[in-house]
């Protein structure tokens, strides 16, 4: 079995900052490329920032300068560091990671979800 665990949403003010992680456990033989994805109410699930085992990234246009994407290989760790929040970053924030398990195969995986609230 493979789990994706976040961690680190919350309530902040406009303007403030979060640090979301995202840890993988289970029979993992390596992790591919890793993404956060958010949901608003009402709108589809999008891509926020991606970042590959090599460490290259990409972000959505609405983050880019205030959102910053990292990982950490030897504890199969994904981070989101947001800054300057706005309220339109209010959404659940789903972590995803594409993982080639001892077992065989490679299968996408997703978190359970944290909610990030901005608002005064």
């Known amino acids: 079995q493979v789990q994706l665990v976040e961690s680190g949403g919350g309530l902040v003010q406009p303007g403030g900052s979060l640090r979301l992680s995202c840890a993988a456990s289970g029979s993992i033989f390596s992790i591919n490329a890793m993404g956060w994805y958010r949901q608003a109410p009402g709108k589809e699930r999008e891509l926020v920032a991606a970042i590959t085992s090599g460490g290259s990234t990409n972000y959505a246009d609405s983050v880019k300068g205030r959102f910053t994407i990292s990982r950490d290989n030897a504890k199969n760790t994904m981070y989101l560091q947001m800054n300057s929040l706005k309220p339109e970053d209010t959404a659940v924030y789903y972590c995803?990671?594409?993982?080639?398990?001892?077992?065989?195969?490679?299968?996408?995986?997703w978190g359970q979800g944290t909610q990030v609230t901005v608002s005064s």
């Open positions: 995803n990671a594409r993982i080639r398990r001892w077992s065989g195969g490679t299968y996408d995986y």
